[in-house]
């Protein structure tokens, strides 16, 4: 479902594809389904997203803003689709690109959960 940034304040959930079977400092991932992309790169708000990873696996994790990181990615473990458990991390957000209709994360440094 698309985010809606007014609103309830409860966050929908968007998609977003990820090259990797794991994250990393500069992986990216693309967000799908904003229904502003050019203002979300701009100026993210809090989303929940399914993360889906180049195996196939698909994992929750949600978007934080406003902290004294800035924008950090949260993803509770996972296993890969060869087994392999990730344990949570939580990631910074080194940019956000606008690309059309999705917003590239590039990811950064491990951020304090």
């Given at each position: 479902m698309?985010?809606?940034?007014a609103?309830?304040?409860?966050?929908?959930t968007?998609?977003?594809?990820?090259g990797?079977?794991h994250?990393?400092?500069?992986?990216?991932?693309?967000v799908?389904?904003?229904?502003?992309p050019?203002?979300?790169?701009?100026?993210?708000w809090?989303?929940?997203?399914?993360?889906?990873?180049?195996?196939?696996?698909v994992?929750?994790?949600r978007?934080?803003?406003?902290?004294?990181?800035?924008a950090?990615?949260?993803?509770?473990?996972y296993?890969?689709g060869a087994g392999?458990?990730i344990?949570a991390r939580a990631?910074?957000?080194?940019?956000f690109?606008g690309t059309g209709?999705?917003?590239?994360l590039?990811?950064g440094?491990?951020a304090?959960?």
């Amino acid at each position: 479902m698309p985010e809606s940034r007014a609103g309830s304040g409860e966050a929908d959930t968007c998609p977003a594809v990820c090259g990797h079977t794991h994250l990393f400092p500069g992986a990216r991932c693309r967000v799908q389904g904003l229904s502003d992309p050019r203002a979300f790169a701009a100026d993210p708000w809090p989303v929940e997203l399914d993360l889906r990873f180049s195996d196939g696996v698909v994992a929750d994790a949600r978007l934080r803003t406003g902290g004294s990181e800035g924008a950090v990615l949260v993803v509770p473990p996972y296993t890969t689709g060869a087994g392999t458990p990730i344990d949570a991390r939580a990631w910074t957000i080194r940019e956000f690109a606008g690309t059309g209709d999705e917003v590239e994360l590039i990811i950064g440094r491990h951020a304090s959960a």
